[in-house]
């Protein structure tokens, strides 16, 4: 039996190198960047460079064609981290890339996109539940941030079901739905988690930043 065809968007990234053993023992995967090395200046093989920001779909569109899933770790870095719109002008640009990677992959009939959304997608509730004001945030509460990074999440996630509605999309003139997954990632990296005490919520807090 072949095995499913998967895209990794942001293939060179921290998110994406912790994927990409699995994903290449699992899936006939196809790593995609516009980098060939991570941030250890190591070379990731495979990878194909592609812009998923341009907004020239037809010049990459070739990759998505025939893909069972795309996986999408890609991140637009601020030029200039003390600058607050430098922020917001890169978030805005993730916002762009994450259209162009919903609306390429439901054109090439892909069935599914997996996004890596954050924890920061629901900033605003944090300290509000670590000052006891409130016990948790709850899958049917609507995400807020209190910053530029995890206001580009919540867009990626509402824009996410807007193309799994599909009212707005159609191809070759029919309506068509999108499914997509939402992760919200924590702390990528190995935890105490296991040593919090049940309740000790600034312990979990700890665990789980980004």
Not at 91 to 101: D, H, K, L, T
Request: contains cysteine; aromatic residues 8%; negative net charge.
């Amino acid at each position: 039996m072949s095995k499913r065809k998967v895209v990794l968007i942001g293939a060179c990234g921290t998110i994406a190198g912790l994927l990409l053993p699995a994903l290449r023992e699992r899936y006939d995967l196809l790593p995609v960047d516009v980098r060939t090395t991570n941030k250890a200046g190591e070379t990731i093989d495979g990878v194909v460079i592609a812009d998923v920001l341009d907004p020239d779909r037809d010049s990459y569109r070739h990759l998505f064609r025939g893909a069972d899933a795309v996986v999408h770790c890609g991140f637009v870095v601020p030029d200039d981290r003390d600058v607050p719109e430098s922020h917001f002008r890169a978030e805005y640009a993730n916002i762009e890339m994450a259209f162009n990677i919903y609306q390429t992959a439901l054109e090439e009939g892909v069935r599914r996109v997996v996004v890596a959304s954050s924890n920061h997608a629901a900033d605003y509730y944090e300290p509000l539940i670590l000052q006891h004001k409130m016990d948790v945030v709850t899958p049917d509460m609507r995400a807020l941030s209190d910053n530029y990074y995890g206001w580009a999440k919540e867009c990626y996630e509402h824009l996410g079901f807007l193309f799994a509605v599909g009212k707005m999309n159609a191809v070759d003139g029919a309506l068509r739905q999108l499914e997509n997954v939402q992760v919200r990632i924590g702390g990528p990296r190995e935890t105490d988690v296991a040593n919090c005490a049940p309740g000790d919520m600034v312990c979990v807090r700890r665990a789980l930043g980004a």
